[in-house]
């Protein structure tokens, strides 16, 4: 079954610290991943996609890597601050899924001052 | 910027009305999603459209249908609102490459609350 998973499902840490959030997926033929990033009753927000060709993607102080052969993607937040504080989701679109994507349920990361 | 936008933010309908949920998007994208969002549960597909007039269910398609009779614009028709359809709604749209989605933008979401 093709699934994703998001380990942890909450994290909280102090401001300024590196951290790397997990998204794990079960079969590795995927198209390409996306990482999103939700506040609180609100929509979501694209941050990265990753082409399955690709090892990683960098924006701002946000780098997301994959590796299908481990069925794995990280977020790595450099130098959080508190307005990175939201739910961070990850979805994939496996191939012959007909561009459906299937959804982690997210880590919600508070970063306090 | 890509604006999607959904017609209500909030919204408050009783058990058994007919309900419309409007979404426009700006950019010429082909295709188009409702999702819903459940604590717990996630984002669940309830139907996209990769065309005018053209529809494909997801997930959880039961009480619901869509209609898109132009390219920018895709409702989402509740058409016996029930209390357990109670949830964040998302409407996204994507521009198509082959086989996938590229980059999916979405709405702010629509808050439906069925009494």
């Known amino acids: 079954k093709q699934e994703v998973t998001q380990i942890p499902a909450a994290l909280s840490v102090p401001e300024g610290e590196n951290l790397v959030l997990n998204c794990s997926f079960t079969d590795s033929a995927i198209y390409n991943l996306q990482w999103f990033r939700q506040d609180p009753g609100k929509g979501l927000t694209s941050l990265l996609l990753?082409?399955?060709s690709q090892r990683e993607q960098t924006s701002g102080r946000l780098n997301a890597s994959l590796d299908k052969s481990s069925g794995r993607s990280t977020l790595y937040i450099a130098a959080s601050q508190p307005g990175d504080s939201a739910t961070y989701l990850c979805?994939?679109?496996?191939?012959?899924?007909?561009?459906?994507?299937?959804w982690g349920l997210g880590t919600s990361l508070a970063v306090n001052p | 910027d890509v604006k999607v936008t959904q017609s209500s933010r909030y919204l408050v309908k009783r058990t058994g009305e007919k309900v419309f949920l409007e979404c426009v998007q700006d950019?010429?994208?082909?295709?188009m999603f409702w999702y819903r969002q459940d604590p717990g549960l996630g984002l669940r597909l309830i139907y996209f459209?990769?065309?005018?007039?053209?529809?494909e269910k997801g997930d959880i398609p039961e009480g619901y249908s869509v209609s898109r009779e132009k390219k920018e614009r895709f409702s989402l028709i509740l058409e016996s609102a029930s209390t357990n359809q109670t949830s964040m709604y998302l409407c996204a749209s994507s521009v198509v490459r082959g086989h996938t989605n590229e980059k999916l933008f979405f709405g702010s979401g629509t808050q439906l609350s069925v009494l």
């Open positions: 979805a994939v679109n496996y191939a012959g899924n007909n561009r459906k994507l299937i």
């Open positions: 950019m010429d994208h082909e295709n």
């Open positions: 459209s990769y065309d005018v007039k053209m529809k």
């Open positions: 990753i082409q399955s």
